[in-house]
T-cell receptor, first 111, second 114 residues
């Protein structure tokens, strides 16, 4: 089993819709989590940090469920510019604070 | 503006050649990282450095080498021993190596072996 797993998608979603995707992690000692966004052929950029049960930033909401070991990302009122690959990342002391990356979920917003 | 620069953006290598990818940061970050990304896969850690003159192997270090002579610079050499070097290479840095801070990335170098 991979340490961090994501549905690769693609998720094809009409503009204005709400979309959510999950990420599961295998090690319960994982301490903190990130969602990064990566546009095609570009570097990843931080979207949100998730340290406790979750947090919200505008149209984006991240939630953490430690009991079930998953993180979710919810995007409301999706825009064409939200089309990208969303990478789930786990940070843990067991990995010497290195980041463990999921393979990403591809999101395509259609007009 | 503070940030991370990588050069070149595109690099073509003949089989059997060593090539060096540049990574420079002016964020005053202690920790620096090299990742490799292949299509449809997550980032895989090649090497990382927590402090000047020290570095550690990541998950896929074979066929690669690094140096950390200055805080700002962390070049990666892809040697001829790396069997399948064609990939997208990303350099990152973080403040406080033993922290839960996020990593910041450079724009990447796309290496192709001819």
């Amino acid at each position: 089993r991979k340490e961090v797993e994501q549905d690769p998608g693609p998720f094809n979603v009409p503009e204005g819709a709400t979309v959510a995707f999950n990420c599961t992690y295998s090690n319960s000692a994982s301490q903190s989590f990130f969602w990064y966004r990566q546009d095609c052929r570009k570097e990843p950029k931080l979207l949100m940090s998730v340290y406790s049960s979750g947090n919200e930033d505008g149209r984006f909401t991240a939630q953490l469920n430690r009991a079930s070991q998953y993180i979710s990302l919810l995007i409301r009122d999706s825009k064409l510019s939200d089309s990208a690959t969303y990478l789930c990342v786990v940070n843990a002391t067991y990995s010497n604070y290195q980041l463990i990356w999921g393979a990403g979920t591809k999101l395509i917003i259609k007009p | 503006d503070g940030g991370i620069t990588q050069s070149p953006k595109y690099l073509f290598r003949k089989e059997g050649q060593n090539v060096t990818l540049s990574c420079e940061q002016n964020l005053n970050h202690d920790a620096m990282y090299w990742y490799r990304q292949d299509p449809g896969q997550g980032l895989r850690l090649i090497y990382y450095s927590q402090i000047v003159n020290d570095f550690q192997k990541g998950d896929i270090a074979e066929g690669y080498s690094v140096s950390r002579e200055k805080k700002e610079s962390f070049p990666l050499t892809v040697t001829s021993a790396q069997k399948n070097p064609t990939a997208f290479y990303l350099c990152a840095s973080k403040s406080g190596w033993g922290s839960y801070n996020e990593q910041f990335f450079g724009p990447g170098t796309r290496l192709t072996v001819l």
